[in-house]
């Protein structure tokens, strides 16, 4: 065998180099190696499969387009009013319930008036109707003697009382308060207790803490009261014109009749002296 020269490190070098040349020309320098297309899907994709891929964010005129339903804005035929600013506290009263309302000036309710007893309310009887009292004399707290005549020409009322009767001393202030108003029109009132001498104390009692300054007269016998009031009826009151003749009687005292007992008195004082 015939001996080879040697080979040099250069040859091979360059004989490598010839071989990778038209490997290296189709391939720019620098492209980096690709993947293969699983190993891509599963780089890009998160690891929540249920979170939806990040949107780009929307334009502002966009998103206002794309409101939540019930922020759209309604058709027109279904819009709602807009809201009204306060009304003046003058405009809010005009407008206030139904039952709170001015009525029409033509349909104004009539003013409440407190109702009068029917038989204090009618017609006066006229003068055959009516009977005289008969004259009579009492002592009055003082013992002094007081007789009916005593206040001739004046609109009287007769109040026969007791100091066990409440609806009494629930009538007597009233009869006190129309002398105070009265008075000077020719108007006197007396009141006449039919208590015994066992509670004669009581009635001075009563009277001086109600601060009464009508005429209070003791039938403590009864003599005047059995003429004048035989059923001996607390209380009893009697109205009497300026010729001390009867008008009108009343027994007992409900809350209200003294309403009707104005009245009275008033169209007593309106007729003519005798």
């Known amino acids: 065998m015939r001996n080879r ?3 040099s490190a250069t040859v091979v ?5 010839s071989t990778m040349a038209p490997a290296l020309a189709d391939e720019p320098v620098g492209t980096p190696t690709p993947v293969p297309a699983e190993q891509q899907v599963a780089e890009e994709s998160p690891s929540d499969p249920q979170q939806p891929a990040e949107t780009e964010p929307q334009p502002e005129e966009e998103a206002h387009d794309q409101a939540a339903p019930d922020q759209q804005e309604a058709p027109a035929d279904q819009q709602l009013p807009a809201e009204s600013e306060p009304e003046p506290a003058d405009q809010a009263t005009d407008q206030a319930a139904p039952d709170q309302q001015e009525a029409p000036a033509g349909q104004q309710p009539p003013a409440e008036t407190e109702c009068e007893p029917a038989e204090d309310s009618s017609e006066l ?5 009516r009977s005289l009292v008969g004259d009579f004399e009492l002592e009055d707290l003082d013992g002094h003697r007081v007789r009916l005549t005593d206040h001739a020409g004046k609109v009287i009322v007769l109040s026969f009382w007791a100091t066990w009767c409440t609806p009494c001393q629930q009538e007597l202030p009233f009869l006190q308060q129309y002398l105070d108003r009265y008075r000077d029109q020719g108007f006197m009132v007396i009141a006449i207790a039919m208590d015994g001498p066992e509670t004669l104390s009581r009635v001075r009692t009563i009277v001086r803490r109600n601060h009464w300054t009508m005429p209070v007269l003791l039938d403590q016998d009864g003599s005047v009261t059995a003429v004048i009031n ?3 009826a607390a209380p009893f009151t009697l109205f009497l014109d300026r010729s001390r003749r009867l008008v009108r009687e009343h027994e007992g005292y409900t809350s209200g009749d003294e309403i009707g007992y104005e009245v009275l008195i008033r169209q007593l004082l309106a007729e003519p002296a005798p």
């Open 5 to 7: 020269p040697p080979i």
């Open 13 to 17: 070098l360059c004989g490598l180099l």
């Open 230 to 232: 035989p059923r001996a």
């Open 125 to 129: 009887p006229d003068d055959a109707a």
